[in-house]
């Protein structure tokens, strides 16, 4: 894929274009980078026009600024898709970019397709007492990153990923997340409880693996009942990032999905 620097911010994207397709973008999830979906590149490369970013402080996203923020980023994604001449994109966020991608479609909803979340929450109706709970775990596994990355990310890819290979994979980019990058992680609840979901113009499905942590799992069935007319999926043998441990699996169900969404 082709990489391209955003003018005036610190976001590296990347692009893949094929013949009058429709645009998917993936957002990856904390202290990787856009290659976490590889296998999704390798398989709808030819089917679809792809672009893929590095969030903040992730991968090429280093080369900051005073004032750069990760909640700047549903507007560089904006402004990605007007240097791109992209109208409309079907969005795909794991974990962090489920959260990003989230808050893209609160701002901008005319330019949404179709929403995928994966490993997420629901950022406009996220609960007090999970949110504080969650809280707490972020900064244990911060805590465990001041003193090793290594180890920090040894600890990280058993609860990022279930198989063996996904987890090996996550680890080899975990290792390279940069240290002064978690600052802008801080800046995260910014997003959270900001908005009030109005009606969707286009569908939305939300997930997680079968394996992920409990939290997530009561997380996807909140957010659920929240809003009933959603699709939901949960993924046999994998964890939180599905994309990874269950790649083939993964790819189908969001084929299908967009599928459905452009009829």
């Known amino acids: 894929m082709k990489p391209v ?12 274009r094929t013949k009058q397709a429709e645009w998917v973008l993936f957002i990856h999830a904390a202290f990787v980078n856009h290659n976490m979906f590889k296998a999704q590149f390798e398989y709808f490369e030819n089917k679809y026009n792809i672009l893929a970013i590095d969030i903040i402080g992730h991968g090429q996203s280093t080369d900051t600024q005073k004032g750069d923020t990760i909640d700047k980023m549903s507007k ?45 929450y629901d950022i406009n109706s996220f609960d007090a007492k999970m949110k504080n709970e969650n809280s707490a ?24 990923a279930y198989t063996s290979q996904a987890q090996n994979e996550f680890l080899a980019m975990n290792i390279l997340f940069p240290k002064k990058s978690f600052m802008f992680l801080a800046t995260l609840n910014r997003m959270v409880n900001k908005y009030k979901t109005g009606r969707r113009n286009y569908p939305l499905l939300i997930g997680c693996g079968k394996f992920d ?3 997530e799992l009561e997380a996807i ?37 967009w599928k459905g969404a452009s009829q």
């Open 76 to 120: 560089w994604i904006c402004d990605i898709l007007k240097t791109e001449n992209i109208d409309k994109v079907h969005i795909v966020g794991v974990s962090l970019g489920a959260v990003l991608a989230q808050d893209f479609a609160n701002r901008y909803p005319y330019a949404v397709g179709s929403l995928a979340c994966f490993g997420g």
């Open 137 to 160: 775990k972020q900064k244990l596994m911060m805590l465990k990153a001041f003193f090793s990355v290594k180890w920090f990310a040894k600890a990280n890819k058993k609860i990022s």
């Open 213 to 215: 942590i409990p939290m």
């Open 5 to 16: 620097k955003l003018a005036n911010s610190p976001i590296t994207y990347f692009v893949s």
């Open 221 to 257: 069935k909140a957010w659920k009942n929240n809003e009933p007319d959603c699709t939901v999926v949960l993924f046999e043998n994998a964890g939180h990032c599905v994309n990874m441990d269950v790649p083939q699996e993964f790819n189908k169900t969001m084929e299908e999905f």
